[in-house]
Each structure stands twice: as structure tokens, then as C-alpha cells.
Nanobody
Framework: QLQLVESGGGLVQPGGSLRLSCAAS????????IGWFRQAPGKEREGVSW????????DYVDSVKGRFTISRDNAKNTVYLHMNSLKPEDTAVYYCAAALGAYTRPPLRFDYWGQGTQVTVSS
């Protein structure tokens, strides 16, 4: 069964850090670009970050630039989202998604989605 599994979410105080992981099961992430998305209650899903299949290109939504870093370890078949200086407005369910292809910018469509992991930033 082909699936993505997110982990690493939790409750953290403002200013804290978390590292989210997106692990692939049943397929290799080689050749896939990966996006991280989030959805807060009552809000639309938004793209947070993206990394190309080679890892040479990344992209971030303005609200997380300088605080979040996306990386990938193809040997571990995992993509990470390092989140620092977290704010209450970062509270959301975070999803990762995979798109097959050598994109140079975030694609419009993704082939596989994970179930999500909850991130709550609160004192």
C-alpha cells in the first residue's frame, strides 16, 4: 500500500520548535517533490513549504520564511519540516504530499497525501 505518514506534531509553547517528518511507505520518494500543507480550524488549506525531487529547490509561504526549513533524506525515504520560533497562528493540522516529477516550482497537483499531524502552539 502506497502511503505517506506524518509524525512529530504536538503541543509546544510559543517560541518553541518542532520537527515534522513525512515518511513514505510502499514507494520511494526518489523522483518526487514534496509539499507541506496545513489547515487550521475554519480556514482553507494552505501550502507551507515545498522541496524539489533533487532537493535543490525549495519554497516557503511568506509567513514561515526564516522560521521553517524543509529538507529531505532520500536514504531514509523521509522529508522533514523543521519549525522554529513557533507562533499560535502556526496551529493547524500539517499534511505532506508527494508529486512525481522533476518540478522546478511547486506543482498544482499532488499524487499522494498523508493523514496529517496536529501542531498546537499555545502557552
Amino acid at each position: 500500500q502506497l502511503q505517506l505518514v506524518e509524525s512529530g506534531g504536538g503541543l509546544v509553547q510559543p517560541g518553541g520548535s518542532l520537527r515534522l517528518s513525512c515518511a513514505a511507505s510502499g514507494f520511494t520518494l526518489d523522483g518526487y517533490s514534496i509539499g507541506w500543507f496545513r489547515q487550521a480550524p475554519g480556514k482553507e488549506r494552505e501550502g507551507v513549504s515545498w522541496i524539489s525531487s533533487s532537493g535543490g529547490s525549495t519554497d516557503y509561504v511568506d509567513s514561515v520564511k526564516g522560521r521553517f526549513t524543509i529538507s529531505r533524506d532520500n536514504a531514509k525515504n523521509t522529508v522533514y519540516l523543521h519549525m522554529n520560533s513557533l507562533k499560535p497562528e502556526d496551529t493547524a493540522v500539517y499534511y505532506c504530499a508527494a508529486a512525481l516529477g522533476a518540478y522546478t516550482r511547486p506543482p498544482l497537483r499532488f499524487d499522494y497525501w498523508g493523514q496529517g499531524t496536529q501542531v498546537t502552539v499555545s502557552s
